[in-house]
T-cell receptor, first 114, second 111 residues
């Protein structure tokens, strides 16, 4: 398995502001992802965080809204920019462990935008 | 049609019951199949994973995959109140390891 921590665990933010979420892993991993889990919805992949290069975004998600950094193989940040109430959600990072290839999730960041 | 369909429930059973949770998927390229358990206010926890059709057993849990009908199941034997959680199925394929999730089934096991 993998030990993954996220900060903050929760936050309440005002409309129009930005929040940066941190994800820290206990050992180096090649693949790291960011997901969103909206109330009553399935987990939706936002982007793949690539070390040393720009993140790869899924359809419907753009870098201006969700900038991502991946400075090394154990750490990544996701920023939710210019927030609106529709951004209220749980944001989760995940990593892939090899042999077998399985994906593990962090505890999530619960965001409420007023 | 959504790529992964899962009945959201809720599902309520008495302690000791056998629980059956099911998902269907549409993409025949999916190669790996996972079940996650998510307790309230926690991140998803990997419960079972499999890469082929057939059954995989781990204690009280059995994961079943039928690729011909694109159907995946999770069975829980002798269910316990501690099994009360949301169960998420997930599938994926290829080297990018991207997963597509079902909406999750909320299970309550009553003592």
């Amino acid at each position: 398995s993998a030990v993954i921590s996220q900060k903050p665990s929760r936050d309440i933010c005002q409309r129009g502001t930005s929040l940066t979420i941190q994800c820290q892993v206990d050992s180096q991993v090649t693949m790291m992802f960011w997901y969103r889990q909206q109330p009553g919805q399935s987990l939706t992949l936002i982007a793949t965080a690539n070390q040393g290069s720009e993140a790869t975004y899924e359809s419907g998600f753009v870098i201006d809204k969700f900038p991502i950094s991946r400075p090394n193989l154990t750490f990544s940040t996701l920023t939710v920019s210019n927030m609106s109430p529709e951004d209220s959600s749980i944001y989760l990072c995940s990593v892939v462990r090899a042999q077998p290839e399985t994906q593990y999730f962090g505890p999530g960041t619960r965001l409420l935008v007023l | 049609q959504k790529e992964v369909e899962q009945d959201p429930g809720p599902l309520s059973v008495p302690e000791g019951a056998i629980v059956s949770l099911n998902c269907t998927y549409s993409n025949s390229a999916f190669q790996y199949f996972m079940w996650y358990r998510q307790y309230s206010r926690k991140g998803p926890e990997l419960l079972m994973y499999t890469y082929s059709s057939g059954n995989k057993e781990d204690g009280r849990f059995t994961a079943q995959v039928d690729k011909s009908s694109k159907y995946i199941s999770l069975f829980i034997r002798d269910s316990q109140p501690s099994d009360s959680a949301t169960y998420l199925c997930a599938t994926g394929g290829g080297s990018n390891y991207k997963l597509t999730f079902g909406k999750g089934t909320l299970l309550t096991v009553n003592p």
